[in-house]
């Protein structure tokens, strides 16, 4: 697959997991249930996680 490095893999993570973190926090929810929110999101969306991940973080930024 084009674009998919390890280095692209590992920033993906990285947004996802941030996200987690903001979701936690905004929320009050775990971290499971912070994936599982945002997992449902991509699907619905037809979106990959790492897009899901920079909405939320683009929004928390507006938000918070």
Not at 3 to 27: C, F, P, Q, W, Y
Not at 30 to 44: G, N, Q, T, V
Not at 55 to 62: F, K, L
Request: without cysteine; hydrophobic residues 45%; proline residues 0%.
């Amino acid at each position: 697959f084009k674009g998919t490095g390890n280095s692209e893999i590992h920033l993906d993570r990285k947004l996802v997991d941030k996200a987690k973190g903001v979701l936690m926090k905004a929320r009050g929810i775990d971290e499971d249930a912070a994936y599982h929110a945002m997992r449902k999101l991509a699907m619905e969306r037809g979106q990959t996680m790492a897009k899901v991940a920079r909405d939320v973080i683009d929004m928390a930024r507006v938000l918070l």
